[in-house]
């Protein structure tokens, strides 16, 4: 029983590590905090969703397209709207990726065929459970889990290996510096942005095999973003502890504190990470 639920919380944790990824690069690129990755997230899910129900296209053809889509729409709406707020107050910044994501969600809503039926994304090899042993494995829960391994050592092997990973890198380290070695600034940015997209799109794919597709799913970055706090927002490698902590500590306290006490769990442990650790427990490890 308590090995279920590890690796439940761990496969929850890690759809909440991604999308606290998709935060902290945000974050760590542009000083600014997008409230509007849950909105990514959603739209992800439905344009796989769409391409395989309504376009007939394969599933993993599909989920690619989502992704890919999602990052140049990122790029987008960084270069028609986000760019104006560089510079401004932060709160420019996290009013707009705020309202924007409310568009988003509002168009979502306006579609009939999103808001009157459950959507499923039935990813092949990722639906029913395995027996090993006494233990009842979810191959959703193990294919979340591996999905997010292979996602977070191309996105190491990107920041070590490519030179646009280098650049972005030393933008997020010290912009000013990062220009005068000739490393556009409002590129690394737009990257970023394309990045965060991305990451959030296949964290809602990621979600689909385990819950339904719905216009409200993008609520999961509710608890990403405490992740990304406790981990340290300038931390990748923190974020996806974080998202794995709180997913581990969320579903320990639904088997053994009273109900409800699950959904409260993020915050009050942000609260206290907060309290002890003002720059996140891996603050000193920023990659």
Known sequence: MILQILLSGIATGCIYGLVALSFVLVYKATEAVSFMQGELLMVGAFAAVALT????????????????????????????????????????????????????????????????????????????????????????????????????????????????????????????????????????????????????ALAGILMAPVTFVHPAMGVVALKAFPAAVIGGMHSLSGALAGGVFIGVAEALAGRYLPEGANHVTAYVLMLVALLCFPRGLFAGRAT
């Open 53 to 200: 129900a309504a376009a007939g296209w394969p599933v993993w053809l599909a989920v690619a397209v989502a992704v890919v889509g999602m990052a140049l729409a990122g790029a987008l709406v960084e270069r028609l709207a986000l760019r104006r707020a560089m510079g401004q107050p932060h709160l420019t910044a996290v009013l707009l990726t705020f309202g924007l994501g409310l568009m988003l969600r509002g168009g979502v809503t306006t579609v009939p065929a999103a808001t009157h039926s459950a959507h499923q994304l039935p990813l092949p090899g990722l639906m029913g459970q395995v027996e090993v042993g006494t233990l009842t494995v979810s191959l959703a829960h193990l294919g979340v889990i591996a999905a997010t391994v292979l996602s977070c050592a191309a996105l190491a092997a990107f920041f070590r290996f490519s030179r646009a990973g280098l650049a972005l890198r030393a933008c997020s380290e010290n912009p000013r510096i990062a220009a005068m070695m000739g490393v556009s600034t409002s590129g690394m940015h737009t990257l970023a942005w394309a990045l965060g997209a991305a990451l959030a």
